[in-house]
Every structure is written in structure tokens, then in C-alpha cells.
């Protein structure tokens, strides 16, 4: 440590106020690659909703579903251990479990790809009816990984109870 402080004072006792600038220069983006590195060689998932249909390869559509994406943005791999649908007024609840397509857990999700799991609707919509739910009802979806914890989506999915099971 001691020879680079050295060397950097001699750099500017030879260039003067030049050196100071070059050495700051130096300095600053030396900073900027190690939080640039940092930033992008850690775990970052990104949790999104999305709704629409499926298409079939013989052309038909599928009912109504809800989409959970969760997209590896960062540097390193994942390993998914479960994905949970939830009210999110009641986390502990279990009235929407087993309605979704989801493939075999543990699932490695590499850096710059995602996985979807899809829910129909109205079965949902028809099973919160049952449990006493009517309106709009906030659904928080999660992803749990073996190493990193939980990462949830940013906005919660809004149904309407009543219009689905009319």
C-alpha cells in the first residue's frame, strides 16, 4: 500500500495539478468498476403480474389466467424452491393454492431468462367466493429461493370476486 501511495505522490510532484486530475480520474472510475461489479455480479429477481390467455397449438384459447413472472436480472443463478399466490390481506391464506401450472421444484433460473406459472381465474375467483370473499380482492404473489429469501411482486393483482362469478 505504502508503494502506491508513493508512486502516485511522485505522479503528481512530475505533473502538477494534471497529476491530481489523472490521479482523481483514476480514483473515481476505479470506484465505479467496483460498484458496477457488485451491482450486477449479485441476486436480482424481478417479480411481475401480467394477465391475458394461452394460445393452444390448434389454434383455440385458453380461459382467462393470471400470469407470475419472476426474471433473474442479475449476475448469478437461482434456484427456485416454491412460488405462492396469496391474499394479500391474509398472507397465511391457502384459498388459491392448487390452481396454477408450475414445472417441478427446485428450478435453476439462470442469469437473463425468467420463469411463468399461470393461474385460471375463474376458479379462483369461485373458491374466494366459497371462503366468503366478495369485491376486489389484492392477491400478492412470491417466489422463495433456496439461498437468497423471498422475492414478492412490487403491485399486488387486483380480482374482482363478484364479476368472475357472476
Known sequence: MGEIINAVSDFVK????????????ALAFTVFQFLYKRRTGGVKLDVTFSNGVLTYPNGELS??????????????????SSVSLNI???????VINGYGHLQQMPYVLEPGYDYQVWYELLPIAKNLK????????????E?????N??????????????GWTK
Open 143 to 147: 417466489y422463495s429461493t433456496q439461498a
Open 63 to 80: 380461459d382467462p389466467m393470471i400470469f407470475l413472472k419472476i426474471a433473474n436480472t442479475g449476475g448469478k443463478k437461482v434456484v427456485l
Open 14 to 25: 512530475d505533473y502538477g495539478g494534471l497529476g491530481w486530475v489523472i490521479a482523481a480520474a
Open 88 to 94: 394479500k390481506s391474509k398472507p397465511a391464506s391457502s
Open 130 to 141: 366459497k371462503n366468503g370473499q366478495s369485491g376486489k380482492i389484492a392477491i400478492h404473489g
Open 149 to 162: 429469501g423471498r422475492f414478492k411482486a412490487k403491485k399486488p393483482y387486483r380480482i374482482d370476486v363478484d
